[in-house]
Structures are given as C-alpha cells and as structure tokens.
C-alpha cells in the first residue's frame, strides 16, 4: 500500500468532517428569511459526507488486509499471520477504528434520512439533517483530532504487535458493528426528537415517521448485545454470558429505554398521548448510547469490553455528551410546556397498561443505571472503592422486571381507550394455569433446600412460560373461526412482530432461569487418566493433542463424558493456545451440544499433581443455555417483521403527503 492512499484517507475523514459542519450550517442559514431555500442542499452534502468517511474506512480496512504497518493502527493491532476475518475485524477492534466506525454509521444513517425520507414534510426532514450534520462534525472532529485511526509511522516496522487473542472470534467480529448499528440509530431518533421540538410539532404522524427508525436500531442492538454475551460465554472461559459488568450495561441501558420508548410511541400514534414522555425517551436512548461510548473509552472501568484510552479523550468525549444530551434536554423544557394534551382513555385500557408498561421499565433502568454509576461516583468523591455485582441487581431489578414482564399478555388482550380487565383475565386463566403447571414440572429440574432460591426459581419459570402462552392465546384468539392457517398467515405483519417478540423473551427468560438456579459447575486438577463427577456426568481425561494454527500453538486436552448409564455423550477437546505475535496464552473452550443444555469444558492453567502433568480443568452443565441466546434472535427477528408491515410504510408517506405545510397539518395528523 502506498502512501498516498492512507493520505487519501485521512482526507477524506477531514473532509466528511467539513461536510457534516457545512450540512449543519446550511441548515441553520435557512432558517433566516433571506436564505430560506437553502437549506434543501444538505440533502446532498449528507450523501456526499457518508461517501467520505465510508472511503476513509475502506482504506483503514484494506491497511489492515494488506498489513501496512506504516499507519500506527494496523501496527498496533494486527499481524501478517492473523486470518483475513481478524484482520478485517481489526479495523474496528481498537479506540481508534471503533470511532471510525461509529462516524461511518452515524453519516451514513444521515444520508439514508436523504434517501429513505422522501416522504416527509421538508422541514422535518432538513431540520433532522441539520441535527445530525452537528453529531457528525462533533464525532469526526473527536476522531480527525484526537483518535485518527491512518496516523503514521515512519520508519514502517516489519511486523505487528497483533489484535488481542481474546478477539479474535466470530462472534466479537460482528458485534461491534451490530451493537454500533444499535447505538447510532438512535442518533436519527434523536435528529427527529429535536427537529420536532423545533418546528414545535409533536403528533401522531412524527410517532409513526420515527417508530422504524426505533425498530432498527433496537433490532440491531438486540442482535449485538447478544453476539457479546455468546462471545463472553464461549470465549473467556469462566462458564457464564452475563456479569452486570458496567460495560455490558452501557448497552443494556439504551435497549431499555428503546424498549420504552417502542411501547410509549404506539400509544402515541394511536391516541396522540404520551407526547412528552415519547420525545424525553427518544433524547435518553440516543444519550445512553453515547454514555456507553464515553464508559469504555474513558479510562474509567476495567473491564475486558473496555478499550485502555487516555483520561484527555475520555473528557472530549464526555464533553460532546454534555453539550449533545443538555442541549437536548434544553430545548425538551423548553417545548414540553406548549405541548397540546393529547387522547384521553380510561385507567383500565390497552393505554393504560403500555403505560404501567413503560414506568416499570423507567424503573428497571434506573435501578441498572445506579448500580453503574454509583461505583464511580464513590470512587470520584470519596475515593471509595466498591463493585455492585449480581446480588444487587436479581434484588432490584428482578422484581421490576418479573411485574412489567407479567403485565404483557394482559396488555395485548386489551381493547384501545377503555378495556374489562376481568374480561381479559378469564380469557388468559387457561393460558395462566398450563404456565403454573409448566412451571411446577419445570421446579422438579432443581433440587435444592432453599424454600426462597426455589420460590424465585418458580417465579421465573412462570413469568417466562406465561409470555409465551399468553402470546399464544392472543395467537388462538385471532385466528379461531374459518381457517385458523389462512387467518394466522393473514394477520398484519406487526401483529406476527409483536407475537415473535414477546414468544422470544419468554423464551430467553427460561434459558436465564434455568441456567441460573440449575447450572452445575466442578473445578479440578487432573491428569491424565483422571475421572471427575458433575450430577449426572461423568468426565474422563484420555489423552493430550498438539495442534497448529495460522498464527497460533496449541496443546489441548481429549476428554470422553459419559451420563450416568455409562453412554458416551460426547468428547471433548478444550485448548490452550499460545500466540507467539503478541507472547499471549489463550483457554479454548469446547462445547457439547445437548438438545437445550450445555456440557462446557475448560483447560487452565497446568499444574503438578504427585509428579505428573496436570492441568486445572472447569467443567459445567449448563441446562438450557441455548434458550438464552435463541430468545434475543427471536426478538430481533419481531422487529424485523414489524418494520417489514406494509401499513406502517404506506402510512408514513401517505401522512408526509398530507401533513404540507399550511393550517390544515395538525388535524390530518
């Protein structure tokens, strides 16, 4: 690779810079009378931007495939033995290419507001522009002028220091930019919350233009959240998938408040409520999602998510989160006032319970906010050092999350703007008791003498059999009568999104009980010819194996398990990898597939056992673990079915077409 190109990058990045400036300042030309009209050009400046700093990332990408050591990125973290995979996911696995990333999305989600919001009024729609022109020139300038990812060195080395074993993983090479898809969609939720404040118009039209931005990112972001905890759970070795690490839930905040928001946004299109609330979640997703960037860049965690940066980038970065979030927030105080009152509906209604609905998410989130922040707080005011763990979090926001996860099949049977609940519960006792029942056969699964570990262990197993049921009942109700096939196949697609979306986190919320309270672990030293005992398995050490990667050794460990009949499940062949690039030593961890559960071994560390080679050996019985990572899939796949539903995208451009400017505007919407 030459010089110029990385050259060419570098000017490229600096010109998406100058363009996404350019893009807000033509925006807010327009708004003086003598420029009016001028606005309309940041539609192609936002085209021109996302092809920019895309072509600065394409050359950061093909630094690293080509291994140009000149440029300090690919040197730092990349090798001319890494496979292709790694090398390419190199790209985004420092500080440095993740914020490249990040401004790729951003301005290329500012060009799709270009292209895909055709049907909009103008105003809306150069006004969300001008909004997301200032994100750009905030993030690339952070980037161009603190975090160039093409900087350079001169002399050129021979070799690189190689990307982190640790990431070099399928998993960990689509999430970053699935989690990014995530965060940064909620930047155009965010560009359409402060437009709207602007033009002061906030109706059920702009609930409905803003609802499949909201769909994506949170599809995208459940995808990515959940690549990180497959990655964690098959990768590092410790048997689990979710720690309630600070890092994981800097992602996590976000969905919550998406998922808020989702709920929020219909009683909104539906009734014109909500407006404020609606409009204040749009602003907080978009702010939690950069509060996760600030978190892993800011030097403040130690965690294996967290990125090593200098505090100086950490203050930049929390410096855009402040001006960004605050100003947001300013206008949000000072437009709310003027909002009209929207719908009115009774306190027993389908509205009603989305708003229960809503307040017990707020909480669930607050409570998983405390439990980050709080640490740190204590940490920079009295320097106290503290960690919040597992106990806090199953303590507070188990129970905030088992009554909102309760109050869903109830709100799906529900009828718009005045409901009989006692209706609706006679309809759902059938769908209730097979859940109790399910869950009391379930309960034979664990065998334990703590009356309460067993309590919440029932509780869990009914809240996740009753989402699933009671989605299914809703399913019964729909279809009964004619041809149950043809009316199911007939349902509107967001129907099918909303089933599928509830069905899988029932489903996830059995995988997480279940391996939570069932999950059987043993850790010893063995050596060869060693047994070990773990319920109703057996595991035998057999043997040792040498094995040669592309850019690793290997010396891993052959290991039959056998159930208690004496059958033969499985073998099992852990490793311990050695990468000779970066002089790191890497466990390996080797699955057996069960139906729904899991047998995990480990190779540690070698140890000495009465003179003989032995190594410190993990083992676990995971029961249905796979429901855990299918539950999220399931998730993401409902919203990807209710973004797909024609009603939703022929009556966005038919309401843009009739929502002109002019008096008429607010009573078509």
């Not at 006679?426 to 009356?451: E, N, P, S, T």
Request: aromatic fraction near 12%; glycine fraction near 10%; hydrophobic fraction near 55%.
């Amino acid at each position: 690779m030459n010089i110029s190109i990385t050259e060419i990058g570098v000017f490229c990045l600096t010109a998406a810079f100058v363009l996404s400036a350019v893009q807000a300042g033509v925006v807010a030309a327009g708004q003086v009378k003598t420029m009016r009209g001028i606005e309309r050009y940041a539609e192609g400046i936002s085209l021109a931007a996302a092809i920019a700093i895309a072509a600065s990332f394409i050359i950061l990408i093909v630094a690293f495939i080509r291994s140009d050591f000149s440029v300090v990125n690919v040197y730092e973290h990349s090798h001319t033995d890494k496979p292709l995979l790694y090398k390419i996911s190199g790209a985004w696995g420092s500080h440095e290419g993740s914020m490249l990333l990040w401004c790729t999305i951003l301005l290329v989600y500012g060009a799709l507001i270009t292209l895909l919001g055709q049907g909009l009024p103008a105003s809306l729609r150069h006004k969300a522009l001008g909004v997301q022109g200032l994100l750009g020139a905030a993030f690339t300038g952070f980037t161009l002028f603190s975090s160039n990812p093409l900087g350079r060195l001169d002399p050129a080395p021979v070799q690189g220091l190689s990307l982190n074993p640790a990431l070099q993983d399928p998993a960990l090479a689509f999430h970053p930019p699935m989690l990014y898809l995530g965060y940064v969609g909620f930047s155009v939720v965010f560009s359409f919350a402060v437009a709207a404040l602007i033009e002061g118009r906030l109706d059920r039209a702009w609930a409905r233009w803003v609802r499949p931005w909201v769909l994506v990112a949170w599809s995208f972001l459940t995808v990515g959240i959940t690549l990180g905890a497959f990655w964690a759970y098959y990768e590092l070795g410790w048997g689990g998938w979710w720690a309630w690490d600070p890092v994981e839930n800097a992602s996590f905040m976000p969905w919550l408040a998406a998922t808020a928001m989702l709920h929020s946004a219909i009683v909104m299109e539906k009734r014109d409520a909500l407006k404020a609330w609606t409009v204040f979640l749009a602003i907080l997703a978009f702010t939690f999602s950069m509060m996760g960037a600030f978190l892993v860049r800011s030097g403040l965690l130690t965690s294996v998510h967290a990125f090593a940066v200098d505090p100086q980038r950490g203050i930049l970065l929390v410096s855009i989160l402040f001006v960004t979030a605050g100003s947001g927030f300013a206008l949000y105080g000072l437009r709310v006032p003027n909002l009209a009152p929207g719908g009115l509906f009774a306190p027993v209604s389908r509205e009603a319970s989305l708003v229960l609905n809503n307040l017990l998410l707020s909480a669930a989130l607050t409570s998983v906010f405390l439990g980050t922040l709080y640490p740190l707080l204590m940490q920079a005011v009295f320097d106290r050092a503290m960690s919040v763990g597992a106990p806090y979090y199953l303590l507070v926001f188990g129970p905030i999350m088992v009554a909102g996860l309760a109050v869903a099949p109830i709100s799906a049977l529900m009828s718009w703007k005045r409901s009989d609940l006692k209706g609706v519960l006679q309809r759902l006792a059938i769908a209730f008791a097979v859940a109790a029942l399910c869950a009391a056969l379930g309960l034979l699964l664990y065998k334990g003498a703590d009356f309460m570990a067993e309590a919440g262990y029932f509780v869990g197993l009914l809240t996740g059999f009753w989402l699933v049921f009671g989605s299914l009942r809703l399913v019964w109700e729909r279809t009964r009568g004619g041809h149950p096939v043809r009316r199911f196949l007939g349902l509107p697609l967001a129907t099918h999104g909303m089933l599928l979306a509830h069905i899988g986190l029932g489903v996830f919320v059995l995988g997480a009980v279940v391996e939570s309270h069932a999950k059987l672990s043993l850790q010893e030293v063995m050596a060869v010819g060693d047994t070990a005992k773990l319920g109703a398995y057996e595991l035998t050490f057999t043997g040792t194996y040498q094995a040669e990667g592309k850019n690793y050794d290997a010396q891993g460990g052959i290991f039959a398990i056998t159930d208690a009949s004496g059958h033969r499940v499985c073998e099992a062949r852990p490793q311990r990898r050695f990468y000779p690039a970066s002089n790191d030593v890497q466990s390996k961890v080797w699955l057996c597939f069960r139906p729904l559960s899991d047998l995990y071994v480990v190779m540690a560390q070698p140890q000495d056992k009465a003179g003989r080679a032995a190594w410190q050996i993990r083992f676990f019985y995971n029961p249905w673990v796979r429901l855990i990572f299918l539950g999220p899939v399931l998730m993401a796949l409902g919203g990807v079915l209710s973004l797909c539903d024609r009603r939703l995208r022929v009556a966005v451009a038919t309401r843009a077409r009739a929502l002109k400017p002019g008096p008429a505007a607010e009573e078509v919407a």
